[in-house]
């Protein structure tokens, strides 16, 4: 998706140097997400027999797949998505002590004026589920006043949908291409942004499930070595 900005900060190091080294960041990232994909597998098949799956997380699952099957069989809400992708560059603009200006959403694409740019306000749609987002503030207000934890499978389906529209959106606006990837460079990009949606994964199962911490890192560092060993002579 297209977006304005209003006074782009002047670059703080040479344009050639920083395209460097995001593809040397890229390259470095590549074998992290990998091996922490692995490490998740490893601790979840040795956790299976002994930790309690809380019924809200089969919920969870229920509201992703009930999203994938709507995605592909009913119109897609693509104006909503777009909003969404904007709303996410202005979020991250904001929480960066960015300005946000013009905001204009149609079908075809949108565009958001932002004051602080960089990697992680132009790629932050792609690996921040804008509308899970909003659904756990929503959660988190109304628990203020109401007895949410009485609906607490209503909202795991809830966040599981909304999570499945951030993917589906995103897949399917990463095979026809972006400007903003092209921005910061395509192995850049899908390294990091392969990185931080593992990474979002691996917190909420860490936290929802629960999966333990410390075996995760165990598993990732052990992970991690057989691969390093794999490429010395």
């Not at 909202?155 to 903003?180: E, K, N, S, V």
């Not at 990837?181 to 990009?189: A, C, T, W, Y």
């Not at 199962?205 to 052990?222: G, I, N, Q, S």
Request: glycine share 8%; aromatic share 16%; charged share 10%.
């Amino acid at each position: 998706m297209n977006r304005g900005k209003s006074r782009p900060r002047a670059p703080a190091a040479d344009p050639a140097f920083l395209r460097l080294l995001k593809t040397g960041l890229g390259l470095v990232l590549v074998p992290v997400t990998i091996t922490g994909a692995l490490a998740l597998w490893d601790v979840a098949l040795a956790a299976r027999a002994h930790i309690a799956w809380p019924a809200a997380w089969f919920w969870f699952l229920g509201g992703f797949v009930i999203w994938l099957l709507l995605f592909y069989a009913l119109p897609q809400p693509t104006r909503t998505y777009i909003l969404g992708h904007e709303l996410t560059h202005a979020l991250w603009s904001s929480l960066l002590g960015g300005r946000v200006g013009r905001l204009r959403v149609t079908r075809a694409g949108g565009s958001v004026e932002v004051s602080e740019t960089g990697a992680w306000v132009t790629l932050a749609p792609y690996f921040f589920p804008f509308y899970t987002f909003c659904a756990l503030i929503a959660y988190l207000i109304l628990s203020l006043w109401l007895p949410t934890q009485a609906y607490t499978r209503f909202w795991a389906g809830l966040f599981g949908l909304t999570w499945a529209f951030h993917f589906c959106f995103t897949a399917a606006a990463l095979r026809i291409g972006q400007p903003d990837i092209r921005e910061q460079g395509r192995l850049f990009s899908y390294s990091f942004i392969l990185f931080m949606n593992g990474l979002l994964i691996t917190a909420w199962l860490t936290l929802c499930v629960p999966l333990p911490a410390r075996a995760l890192l165990a598993a990732w560092l052990r992970r991690l070595a057989q691969l390093i060993a794999l490429g010395l002579p």
